[in-house]
């Protein structure tokens, strides 16, 4: 058995990637992160939670941002500017995600954990996806739109996504060979797809050797 551990997670929207990761999380006794990324990056660099938004995966990603001119009480002793590029934001979120996987066994859902994690070998990396279908329905509901709103946000959102991931790792996000497992959510539903991963990662990492 492995004494730490990392899930990682990419997810196309509405495929319930995030809602596995919580309780696979909880399943495994393990820590979970996704947008709490985003408080703790700001936290420990004393930078505004809406730069590191900025350049959030969630949001429509773009390529050619230019630079991003802020100060902070951080910097305003030393200059009156302080410029922090797309690179530099995700070298922030990712020195803080490297430091929470180093504290303990954990599961981070998007913002290029694969990528992030790539040296480290007890890892799992995964990529959710789900019949269009189920995720129209499943995001018409959690944000209440028509169908048609919520597949143009499911579109727009993937397109962010995927410019995040393919601009930053220099991957093709949702490919299979960017991860060790992808896996279907409507195949068998959110809490048996849990089980799937709960099973793989057992055997992936020993946790079986343990229980018994």
Known sequence: MVNQYIITIGRQLGSGGREIGQKLSA????????????????????????FFERVDEQKHF??????????????DDFFSNYYLSNESLFR?????????AGEGSCIFVGRCADYVMKDERNCLNLFVSADISDRIKRIAVSHNLSDSKAKELIERTDKGRSSYYNYFTGKTWG????YHLCINSSLLGIDETVKLISHVAEIRFGLRDNKE
């Open 27 to 50: 399943r495994l006794g393990i820590a979970f992160y996704d947008k709490e990324l985003i408080r703790i990056a700001s936290q420990q660099s004393g930078l505004k939670e809406e």
């Open 62 to 75: 773009s390529l050619f941002p230019g630079m991003l001119g802020l100060r902070t009480s951080l910097t």
């Open 92 to 100: 922030i979120q990712s020195d803080v995600m490297r430091r929470l």
């Open 175 to 178: 490919a299979a060979e960017s």
